[in-house]
């Protein structure tokens, strides 16, 4: 029940978006041997406003904040806004990387729960709240959409018997969102749930290969080998980079100016080249042999 009412409240805040081109020309080198296909999320899968998970800048942040917390029904400390929210991400990253995490993640819960009721206890209820609260207020600051052609391609590649799955740095309400917008399971849309891989369950996120790494463990247990595996992204240091250290091949999507990330200047991605481009989600299929 709580969670068809975050699917209601995803809904209900979510507008069409449109893809910005990029300018870019694909380059459709046809791979042979694809067997699995793992994909971003933010950029890739859904068009994303502010271009990634967590980057805010949609909507006022402070009236996002206000917003979020009257429609949950909950009242922060006097004082406190966006700005603590922040602060609270910030400590918990350093406090992981002192713990020897080179790319932290949060699970965004734990924060909202932190800046409203300290070191409380919280009951159920007000757990149902902190994730009204946490969806509403990102929904405002990074309004997201599906990405053209997204059902259609889906499609293709369940029919074609491809194994699918996700490595995405998300939070709680990633899969959520991505369901409303597929109107039906991630495992009806063709997803094989355990090699979907979320940044918030390993309060770990890309570019660290772990990730990956926890994908490919399921493929190889289906005796899929990395060669075989295609992963689809829009940053070639957060997604390009990483899935070709472990052998993957790549497609970098270049279909949303927002969200494309070429990295040019970053010494980690001078010699990481995609395997393919694509500009539309479409064009997966006359790659993919």
């Not at 978006?17 to 890739?44: C, E, K, M, S």
């Not at 969806?135 to 391609?153: F, I, Q, S």
């Not at 994908?215 to 990483?242: C, F, H, K, S, T």
Request: proline letters at 7%; a neutral charge.
């Amino acid at each position: 029940m709580h969670e068809q009412a975050l699917k209601q409240q995803i809904r209900r805040l979510s507008r069409p978006l449109t893809p910005r081109p990029t300018g870019q020309t694909p380059q459709l080198r046809p791979l042979a041997g694809i067997r699995a296909v793992l994909f971003d999320i933010y950029g890739t899968l859904v068009i994303s406003a502010s271009g990634d998970i967590g980057l805010g800048g949609e909507q006022d942040e402070e009236q996002a904040f206000q917003a979020a917390l009257k429609e949950a029904g909950l009242a922060a400390p006097s004082g406190t806004g966006p700005e603590h929210l922040k602060a609270l991400i910030r400590q918990a990253h350093a406090l992981r990387k002192a713990q020897g995490v080179v790319y932290p993640e949060v699970e965004i819960r734990s924060i909202w729960r932190q800046l409203l009721f300290g070191q409380q206890s919280v009951a159920p209820d007000q757990e149902a709240q902190i994730e009204r609260l946490a969806l509403a207020y990102e929904c405002r600051v990074n309004p997201v959409w599906p990405m053209p052609g997204l059902r259609d391609l889906l499609r293709t590649l369940r029919q074609r018997g491809l194994v699918l799955g996700i490595v995405s740095n998300a939070q709680f309400y990633t899969p959520l969102m991505l369901e409303t917008f597929l109107e039906c399971s991630l495992e009806a849309a063709g997803f094989h749930r355990p090699s979907c891989v979320f940044s918030y369950e390993h309060l770990e996120a890309k570019p660290s290969t772990r990730l990956y790494e926890l994908a490919q463990a399921d493929l190889a247990r289906q005796g899929i080998e990395p060669q075989a595996v295609l992963y689809v992204g829009n940053d070639r240091r957060n997604d390009i980079w990483p899935a070709s250290q472990l052998g993957f091949r790549t497609a970098l999507f270049a279909g949303d100016q927002r969200s494309l990330r070429l990295r040019s200047e970053d010494p980690d991605c001078a010699q990481v080249q995609p395997d393919c481009w694509i500009t539309e989600l479409a064009q997966l299929a006359a790659v993919i042999r």
